[in-house]
Structures are given as C-alpha cells and as structure tokens.
Nanobody, 124 residues
C-alpha cells in the first residue's frame, strides 16, 4: 500500500523558516516527479513546487520563488521543502504528491498519490 506522510509543519512567526518532509512508502518513486501543493481555508489547492526524477529540474510557483527550495533523497524515498522568509499568506495545509508526469505536474489532477497534509501557520 502506497503512503505519503508529511511532517515538519507548525507555527512560526513571519520571517521564520520551516522544513517540510514527505516520506513515501509502499513503492519507490525515484522515477517520478514529486512535489508540494498547499490549500488555505476557502481556497483551492494550489501548486507550490515540484522536482523531477533524479532532481534534473525544479519548478516553483511565483509565490515560492526565491524563498522555498525543493529537494529529494531517493535513497530515503523522501522529498523536502525548505521554506524561508515565511509570510502570513503562506499559511495553509501543505500536501505532498507524486505526479504522473513532470510536464503536467502543476495540474493537481495529474498527481495520483497524495499525503494527508501538514499544517503551516505563519503569524504576523
């Protein structure tokens, strides 16, 4: 059974940092794109960042560029999201997913495995 489990969320003041982790189990995803979405209350789930297999390419939402860094460790079957200079508008539940393809990863319908999410709250 495939499982994605996120961790590392929490409450932080504006300007602070958090590092999210997503551990995959049940199969190896080194051949797949992985990444992160987030969903704030009342809003749709939106793309944050993705990383291709073998870390060849990375893609970031405009809101994440220059502040967030995505990485992966295929030995540990884990993807990370280092979030720096956090803002109150980054407050959301952050979800890890596995994409069917790198090219279409931004489309959330193109992810076929999802974690349950981890809450990130940034106070002003």
């Amino acid at each position: 059974q495939v499982q994605l489990v996120e961790s590392g969320g929490g409450m932080v003041q504006a300007g602070g940092s958090l590092r999210l982790s997503c551990l995959a189990s049940g199969r190896i995803f080194s051949d797949r794109a992985m990444g992160w979405f987030r969903q704030a209350p009342g809003l749709e789930r939106e793309f944050v960042a993705s990383i291709s297999r073998s870390s060849f390419s990375r893609d970031y939402a405009d809101s994440a560029k220059g502040r967030f860094i995505i990485s992966r460790d295929d030995v540990k079957n884990t993807v990370f999201l280092q979030m720096n200079s956090l803002k109150p508008e980054d407050t959301a539940v952050y979800y890890c997913s596995v994409g069917k393809s790198w090219r279409n990863y931004r489309n959330r319908d193109e992810s076929d495995y999802w974690g349950r999410g981890t809450q990130v709250t940034v106070s002003s």
